[in-house]
């Protein structure tokens, strides 16, 4: 069974900085690309960034270029999202999400979703 | 790019079918098959329920069901449940760098 936990979360003063981390079980984690998906309070949900299997391909969304960086690290199982410079608008749960497991192909959709960690940016 | 359009809500009675739209433009929804819905109860993991427009993962009731005709793109919930009441969101792939697209999330009230 596919489990994705993550960690990192808490409350961090604007302009601050926090590392999530997402610990993977279950399947062959350096064979499937990642992802990060957030969802603000009251608001859908949006994706954040993208990472390959390899790590040689990364993608960030146009809100967080700049300030994230998403990283793995295959041997220990583990995704993980740098996020710089936090805004209050970077307030939200923050899921760690795999794609391809289920269905063959990382374009094809988000297919096993960690539980989320919340981040909430204020002073 | 903007998000994809969902109306905010929908709802049905039990027993009853129900569609939700998804709505892109000729750079998302219209030009690739990879469309993704899924299902999310406040508090708990989002589910996918649909992928590639109209595939269903294992375990998902076949009352779910999918389909795109040019920039939109259809959830169709038959036979509704009590438990089918969450959010639904459809997301649609749209090239390197931007990635993916969410829609804004329908909320299904069964009545």
């Known amino acids: 069974e596919v489990q994705l936990v993550e960690s990192g979360g808490g409350l961090v003063q604007p302009g601050g900085s926090l590392r999530l981390s997402c610990a993977a079980s279950g399947f062959t984690f350096s064979s499937y690309s990642m992802n990060w998906v957030r969802q603000a309070p009251g608001k859908g949900l949006e994706w954040v960034s993208y990472i390959s299997s390899g790590s040689t391909t990364i993608y960030y969304a146009d809100s967080v270029q700049g300030r994230f960086t998403i990283s793995r690290d295959n041997a220990k199982y583990s995704l993980y999202l740098q996020m710089n410079s936090l805004r209050d608008e970077d307030t939200a749960v923050y899921y760690c999400v795999s794609a391809g497991i289920l269905t063959g192909y990382y374009k094809s959709g988000f297919d096993s979703w960690g539980q989320g960690t919340l981040v909430t940016v204020s002073s | 790019q903007s998000a994809l359009t969902q109306p905010r809500s929908v709802s049905g009675s039990p027993g009853q079918s129900v569609t939700i739209s998804c709505t892109g433009t000729s750079s998302d929804v219209d030009s690739y098959k990879y469309v993704s819905w899924y299902q999310h109860y406040p508090g708990k993991a989002p589910k996918l329920i649909i992928y590639d427009v109209n595939k269903r993962p294992s375990g998902v009731p076949d009352r779910f069901s999918g389909s795109k005709s040019g920039n939109t793109a259809s959830l169709t919930i038959s036979g509704l449940q009590a438990e089918d009441e969450a959010d639904y969101y459809c997301?649609?792939?749209?090239?390197?760098?931007?990635?993916?697209?969410f829609g804004g999330g329908t909320k299904l009230t069964v009545l």
């Open positions: 997301c649609s792939y749209v090239g390197s760098y931007t990635f993916v697209l």
